[in-house]
């Protein structure tokens, strides 16, 4: 079954700054998708960025940009110039090739200092 | 048009009774997921339905936790007997068709069993 660990429970980050958020992953599928999900206070899960396994280039949404690491099942998230509005919940989420169902990690929870 | 809609956005019900949660999708989406989140942790798959096929059921914690979808519309999760453990936020999710890989999330129900 595949797994999906953060294991940083929170981080903090001073605005303007940059930080990364860590996920690894583990599976023995070749095929799937990976996104990063920002989860604010309100409950509503927004979408950040979301990579297919298939592909090597890196995906980048604005400040937003990750580092996967097929190999290493790593598939960590770059937030540049952080902004206040960026403060949430962020989760790491898996997803086979031939089914729709998401499995998550556990959750950091970014703290952005003005 | 207008999103994954939830309802009631929150409910307290007594130990050992039945509830019922509502989800409205996507208009035309034909997938559609349940996910459950207890507090401070990620979000766990319950079930998942994809246009007529048969439901994958593969999350269901219990034979207390049931869920119907009628045709691609609306979809009902019923947690009978309630207990204690229980309590989390139940958030659905749809998708338009199942080789997207973008889910569409409501607000969340926070039930509390008391």
């Known amino acids: 079954a595949q797994t999906v660990t953060q294991s940083q429970p929170e981080m903090s980050v001073q605005e303007a700054e940059t930080v990364t958020l860590s996920c690894t992953y583990d599976?023995?599928?070749?095929?799937?998708?990976l996104f990063w999900y920002k989860q604010p206070p309100s409950r509503q899960m927004i979408l950040v960025i979301r990579?297919?396994?298939?592909?090597?280039q890196n995906a980048t949404e604005n400040r937003f940009s990750v580092n996967f690491q097929k190999a290493a099942k790593s598939f960590s998230l770059k937030i540049s110039d952080s902004q206040l509005g960026d403060a949430a919940m962020y989760f790491c989420?898996?997803?086979?090739?031939?089914?729709?169902?998401?499995?998550f990690g556990q959750g950091t929870t970014l703290q952005v200092k003005p | 048009g207008a999103g994954v809609s939830q309802s009631p956005s929150n409910k307290v019900t007594e130990k050992g009774k039945d509830v019922e949660l509502r989800c409205d999708p996507i208009?035309?989406?034909?997938?559609l997921y349940w996910y459950r989140q207890r507090l401070g942790q990620g979000l766990e798959f319950l079930i998942y339905?994809?246009?007529?096929?048969?439901?994958?059921k593969s999350g269901l914690p219990s034979d207390r936790f049931s869920a119907e979808r009628t045709g691609e519309s609306v979809s009902t999760l019923t947690i009978q007997r309630t207990q204690q453990e229980d309590s989390a936020v139940y958030l659905c999710?749809?998708?338009?068709?199942?080789?997207?890989?973008?889910?569409?999330f409501g607000p969340g129900t926070r039930l509390t069993v008391t």
């Open positions: 999710a749809s998708s338009s068709d199942r080789v997207s890989y973008e889910q569409y």
């Open positions: 339905f994809q246009g007529n096929s048969a439901p994958d």
């Open positions: 990579q297919e396994a298939y592909k090597q």
């Open positions: 208009s035309g989406h034909t997938a």
């Open positions: 599976t023995s599928e070749s095929d799937y998708y």
């Open positions: 989420a898996y997803r086979s090739r031939n089914t729709g169902k998401l499995i």
